[in-house]
């Protein structure tokens, strides 16, 4: 947070002495774009392309394109912003902020409400977005940023011939989801793969046990509000659950998986080498990219309720979204590059390329999402969309499931991991 509340304050100085900068004497973007993202190789694929399209029609500016990895990304957003050279970039955590968690706005929200971010609410590219996403984004009534897509990242990509070979069919229970995993192992077959180097990709199953095990918006709306009141505990059963679930999945994952780094695991699943893996629907491209010849694959919700109701629908949030620094050099190629991207024909190539849901209305959809549509058919917010981390609290209180801690990542069993996250959360007063 010090180094979000830094950039903060130094949006203020840096706002007072910017200029519009960019821009022709007639009105034409030119000049240089700096343009910063969180990196995934497929996102990264969809904005050069947009990028290359872009400098066709506009020759005379120059797209500076930086992407930076997710754990990363945080530090280099804010030193850029602090020195000014940033004119487009991916803010997250755009929402307001309840009233029980006041003080833990996230830093881009804090940044919009500083006056930091330019201000988007009465630009036309705007009313080619679906409102209701706009709705859940807006920050003191206004708009500060651009939808790229949606993403659902509850759910299991499988692979249909190694299933198909194996007698198996699609699991709609935790029963019948544990059966899959032990009827693999029978064989031989490695269950999941997981990239557990960076942090947060093992966390995948975290946020998939809480879709499960807390299926409706009020259920984990309710959650977050009786952990911030103290009304519930993270030593409870149903979140010590979520922990069980979780380390069920990092244990019967490959070997080494705590090691192995997530850009690996669509090459590793397109390979058969495990017949599934947690994952967001961004990387469906990438798993199509990894191998000369397309297999058979499908995705379906995290079956972690008994209740097969419960585990009917995928879980996501509004992705990437682009926001332009009241500092921006360059406000208007920023501006012409956000009403280029808006366009139909452009925003589908992004898509394509992204595998992202669309944040637009009446954008075809890829045979993919397509045969996903009955679990996406109503939006549900994941937990991460949902839950504010209190700055107080300790480390093992973050998420507040404390996955980071349990074997092979940690050592912490799933009662041990709940216990130091309980405890890190009643420390914050």
């Given at each position: 947070m010090v180094a979000g509340i830094a950039a903060v304050a130094a949006i203020g100085a840096l706002a007072a002495c910017s200029s519009a900068g960019g821009g022709s004497s007639d009105g034409k973007p030119s000049g240089k774009l700096q343009l910063l993202v969180s990196s995934s190789d497929a996102t990264d694929a969809g904005f050069r392309a947009v990028n290359d399209?872009?400098?066709?029609?506009?020759?005379?500016?120059?797209?500076?394109?930086?992407?930076?990895?997710?754990?990363?990304?945080?530090?280099?957003?804010?030193?850029?912003?602090?020195?000014?050279?940033?004119?487009?970039?991916?803010?997250?955590?755009?929402?307001?902020?309840?009233?029980?968690?006041?003080d833990s706005a996230t830093d881009d929200a804090r940044l919009a409400s500083a006056g930091g971010l330019v201000d988007l609410t009465d630009e036309g590219f705007l009313k080619k977005y679906t409102s209701t996403l706009l709705k859940s984004q807006a920050i003191d009534g206004k708009q500060y940023s651009v939808p790229t897509g949606v993403s659902y990242y509850t759910g299991v990509f499988y692979n249909k011939k190694i299933?198909?070979?194996?007698?198996?069919?699609?699991?709609?229970?935790?029963?019948?989801?544990?059966?899959?995993?032990?009827?693999?192992?029978?064989?031989?077959?490695?269950?999941?793969?997981?990239?557990?180097?960076?942090?947060?990709?093992?966390?995948?199953?975290?946020?998939?046990?809480?879709?499960?095990?807390?299926?409706?918006?009020?259920?984990?709306?309710?959650?977050?509000?009786?952990?911030?009141?103290?009304?519930?505990?993270?030593?409870?059963?149903?979140?010590?659950?979520?922990?069980?679930?979780?380390?069920?999945?990092?244990?019967?994952?490959?070997?080494?998986?705590?090691?192995?780094?997530?850009?690996?695991?669509?090459?590793?699943?397109?390979?058969?080498?495990?017949?599934?893996?947690?994952?967001?629907?961004?990387?469906?491209?990438?798993?199509?990219?990894?191998?000369?010849?397309?297999?058979?694959?499908?995705?379906?919700?995290?079956?972690?309720?008994?209740?097969?109701?419960?585990?009917?629908f995928l879980n996501g949030k509004t992705e990437l979204q682009l926001a332009v620094p009241t500092s921006a050099k360059n406000k208007t190629a920023a501006l012409a590059w956000l009403d280029f991207f808006s366009q139909k024909d452009t925003y589908q190539l992004f898509l394509e390329k992204s595998g992202f849901s669309s944040a637009q209305p009446d954008i075809e959809t890829s045979p993919f999402l397509q045969s996903i549509s009955a679990y996406t058919s109503t939006y549900q917010p994941a937990w991460d969309q949902i839950w504010f981390a209190n700055n107080k609290a300790g480390q093992d209180a973050v998420f507040p499931f404390n996955y980071p801690a349990l074997a092979p990542l940690g050592s912490d069993t799933p009662e041990q991991a709940a216990a130091a996250a309980q405890k890190a959360w009643t420390a914050a007063g």
């Amino acid at each position: 947070m010090v180094a979000g509340i830094a950039a903060v304050a130094a949006i203020g100085a840096l706002a007072a002495c910017s200029s519009a900068g960019g821009g022709s004497s007639d009105g034409k973007p030119s000049g240089k774009l700096q343009l910063l993202v969180s990196s995934s190789d497929a996102t990264d694929a969809g904005f050069r392309a947009v990028n290359d399209e872009f400098v066709k029609k506009y020759p005379d500016v120059d797209v500076v394109f930086s992407t930076v990895s997710n754990d990363n990304y945080p530090a280099t957003k804010s030193s850029r912003l602090t020195a000014g050279n940033l004119d487009l970039f991916v803010v997250k955590g755009m929402t307001e902020t309840p009233s029980y968690a006041k003080d833990s706005a996230t830093d881009d929200a804090r940044l919009a409400s500083a006056g930091g971010l330019v201000d988007l609410t009465d630009e036309g590219f705007l009313k080619k977005y679906t409102s209701t996403l706009l709705k859940s984004q807006a920050i003191d009534g206004k708009q500060y940023s651009v939808p790229t897509g949606v993403s659902y990242y509850t759910g299991v990509f499988y692979n249909k011939k190694i299933f198909a070979d194996n007698g198996l069919e699609v699991p709609t229970t935790w029963s019948q989801f544990t059966a899959t995993v032990d009827a693999l192992k029978a064989k031989g077959i490695t269950p999941f793969g997981l990239g557990g180097k960076d942090s947060w990709p093992a966390g995948l199953p975290m946020l998939a046990s809480v879709a499960a095990n807390y299926p409706t918006v009020a259920d984990k709306q309710k959650l977050a509000e009786e952990l911030w009141t103290n009304k519930a505990k993270l030593t409870d059963p149903t979140e010590v659950k979520v922990l069980q679930q979780t380390e069920y999945v990092l244990q019967n994952s490959q070997p080494g998986a705590a090691g192995a780094d997530y850009t690996s695991i669509p090459a590793g699943f397109a390979a058969g080498d495990f017949a599934m893996t947690v994952d967001g629907t961004w990387d469906q491209p990438t798993i199509d990219a990894a191998v000369a010849k397309k297999f058979d694959y499908g995705y379906f919700p995290f079956p972690g309720s008994e209740t097969a109701a419960d585990n009917a629908f995928l879980n996501g949030k509004t992705e990437l979204q682009l926001a332009v620094p009241t500092s921006a050099k360059n406000k208007t190629a920023a501006l012409a590059w956000l009403d280029f991207f808006s366009q139909k024909d452009t925003y589908q190539l992004f898509l394509e390329k992204s595998g992202f849901s669309s944040a637009q209305p009446d954008i075809e959809t890829s045979p993919f999402l397509q045969s996903i549509s009955a679990y996406t058919s109503t939006y549900q917010p994941a937990w991460d969309q949902i839950w504010f981390a209190n700055n107080k609290a300790g480390q093992d209180a973050v998420f507040p499931f404390n996955y980071p801690a349990l074997a092979p990542l940690g050592s912490d069993t799933p009662e041990q991991a709940a216990a130091a996250a309980q405890k890190a959360w009643t420390a914050a007063g």
